[in-house]
């Protein structure tokens, strides 16, 4: 454990270069590289003892538990074609009109994000909606741009639209009810609010464009119908074991397993599409970042933010909530949502917090990112998906884009949560 001031200063060096490793990505090497050197190093140069790297890691099992249901739900419906499905569907009921398939989108992108969390939107909507709407003669930008937004607007909804509400909250997580008290309202707002900015800056784009009115309709097979059923059910054993205040890791697991199994079988298909499929990588990253946030609790820092936070709520509870949650949003622009939702996540822990301050912390850390590329996790694999289909989007662009949708829908959620 570093106690001395030079094994502090060199563990809080590795975890800043470790984490500016996952967000730039050197070398083209995968984020979850970079996640596990820094938690090596931390263990290895003797800076955080094994020992506490393993509760760290500990810490971290009902995330990889749900992230696993997750992705292999994700993936199955991704492979059974039911994205394309229902795509495809939204190009029908648009009936030639830009603007509503923009809306349909936006609304099959608000269900999926709270049902199958932000990650699913990025990895298999996107390439659903490149599909579909290139098949209609639109121009994808504007409805991609849909998918990378509502990703992370949608995802407080419920404890499972966002990984990272696992993070914060972790065994804490509010039990439905008051996670719906809490949230309902400001998730609410978010999403009407970042509908209205988005589609007020695509006006342009929208209205010089003629798409068709149908496009060829994938056939929804058994397998695919089955799918759906399983993330209904899936909803369903959640939104249950949310209500029972029941961790939320084993039972996604268990429905994403069960789900994949029986349609597998029915079908007597492989599984190896399906668990190629996955993005693996995603676990020992998160696993990296619990370990390295383990060692910020163990240098003290955790501590002294707890303690200025605490300071803050003692003068005004109000103020306190709004700085903290301007403050953590734009934390997640400069190093990802994930780290700072472990760091947000550790100092709410440490000592009972009034609910509009921890509401603030999860608001900024789930709607923060929509200002740049490098805020979340979703929003990387939303970038990954646009480059398989040869489509680049830079920082400065979506920076431009995200400084006009998110400070709304930000300041917005949090009015209403702070009130």
Same mark, same amino acid.
């Given at each position: 454990m570093?106690?001395a ?12 270069a470790?984490?500016a ?9 995968p984020e979850?590289?970079?996640a ?8 290895l ?8 790297a393993?509760v760290?890691?500990e +810490?971290?099992v009902?995330?990889?538990l749900f992230?696993i ?23 029908e ?13 936006y ?12 990650d ?6 996107t ?5 579909a ?22 995802s407080?909804?419920?404890p499972?639209s966002?990984?990272?509400n ?12 008051e996670?719906l008290?809490?949230?309902?309202? &400001? ?10 900015v ?5 006006h ?20 695919? +119908?089955?799918?759906a ?18 961790p939320?890791?084993?039972p996604?697991?268990?429905?994403g ?7 597998l ?37 955790i501590?002294q ?6 300071q ?6 109000? +103020? ?15 190093a ?5 939702g472990?760091v ?45 289909e ?9 920076? +431009?884009?995200g400084?006009?949708?998110?400070? &709304? ?11």
């Open positions: 570093p106690t001031p030079h094994e502090a200063i060199w563990a809080w060096s590795i975890i800043v470790a984490t490793g996952v967000i730039v990505r050197p070398l083209s090497l979850a590289v970079w596990v050197i820094g938690a090596g190093a931390l263990v140069l003797g800076l955080l003892p094994w020992q506490d393993l760290g890691i +810490k971290g009902d995330v990889y992230l249901g997750m992705m292999l739900i994700a993936e199955l419906a991704r492979l059974e074609g039911l994205f394309d499905y229902l795509a495809a569907l939204a190009v009921y648009a009936d030639g009109s830009p603007q509503r398939l923009f809306l349909l989108i609304l099959v992108g608000t269900l999926v994000t709270v049902l199958l969390s932000n699913a939107t990025a990895i298999v909507l390439p659903a909606v490149y599909a709407t290139r098949a209609a003669g639109a121009q994808p930008l504007p409805y991609l741009f849909v998918c990378a937004f509502i990703a992370n607007a949608a407080f909804v419920l499972i966002n990984p990272a696992l993070v914060v909250f972790g065994a804490r997580t509010p039990h439905l009810t996670w008290r809490l949230f309902a309202l &400001p998730s609410a707002a978010s999403i009407l609010l970042t509908y209205v988005l589609r007020l800056t695509q342009r784009a929208l209205k010089e464009e003629t798409i068709a009115r149908s496009v060829p309709h994938p056939k929804l097979g058994r397998g695919g +119908k089955l799918t059923a399983g993330i209904v059910a899936i909803g369903v054993v959640l939104v249950t074991a949310s209500a029972l205040d029941k939320l890791g084993l996604t697991f268990i429905c397993v069960a789900t994949a199994a029986i349609v079988l029915l079908s007597r298909q492989s599984p190896l599409p399906v668990l190629r499929g996955v993005s693996w990588s995603v676990l020992p990253l998160v696993g990296g970042l619990f370990v390295m946030v383990e060692a910020l609790v163990k240098t003290g820092v501590g933010l707890s303690a200025l936070l605490h803050a709520v003692a003068q005004s509870v109000p +103020k306190a909530a709004w700085s903290v949650g301007i403050a953590t949003a734009i934390a997640t622009n400069i990802n949502n994930l780290p700072v472990l947000a996540g550790s100092v709410a822990a440490s000592d009972h917090l009034p609910a509009p301050v921890v509401s603030a912390i999860l608001i900024g850390v789930d709607l923060g990112p929509n200002l740049s590329v490098t805020g979340s996790l979703a929003t990387i694999l939303w970038l990954v998906a646009l480059r398989r040869k489509i680049e989007v830079g920082a400065w662009p979506f920076l +431009k884009l400084l006009l949708v998110t400070p &709304p829908a930000l300041v917005t959620a949090l009015a209403v949560a702070v009130r």
